[in-house]
């Protein structure tokens, strides 16, 4: 089975809309109600970093550290964007992420299966 992504506006409008009330009850859920939402308005620094862990199985709620970007497919081009585009500091940019996440994230614990 293969996901068609390109659908129009209106029609994620419509996806979100169904998703949003269910957003605290899955991970997976959140995730792709951001996704949505990213694809509203211009992609800032901070969604860029957020796809970028999401998309490499990062925890999404803090940005590691340079060697662990650096090693990740899309790392390296983060790090330029950081360092060579805008000039910012690392720490800067994770300090700004970190209130980023606060303001804009519910935090939710995984959900734990027992599989033996």
């Known amino acids: 089975m293969q996901l068609t992504l390109d659908l129009p506006k209106y029609k994620w ?6 998703l949003t009330p269910h957003r605290d009850e899955s991970e997976y859920v959140g995730m792709l109600c ?6 509203k308005e211009g992609v800032t620094l901070n969604q860029k970093i957020y796809t970028f862990l999401v998309s490499n199985g ?12 650096a090693k990740q497919k899309g790392g390296p081009g983060l ?11 690392l720490t800067d940019v994770r ?20 599989e033996q």
């Open 13 to 18: 409008k419509e996806i979100l809309k169904y």
């Open 34 to 39: 951001t996704a949505i939402e990213m694809t």
């Open 58 to 69: 990062l925890p999404p709620h803090y940005l590691p550290a340079r060697a662990v970007i």
């Open 79 to 89: 790090l330029k964007t950081i360092y060579v585009k805008l000039e910012l500091s």
């Open 95 to 114: 300090n700004e992420y970190s209130k980023y996440i606060a303001s804009n994230y519910k935090l939710t614990p995984l959900e734990v299966t027992n």
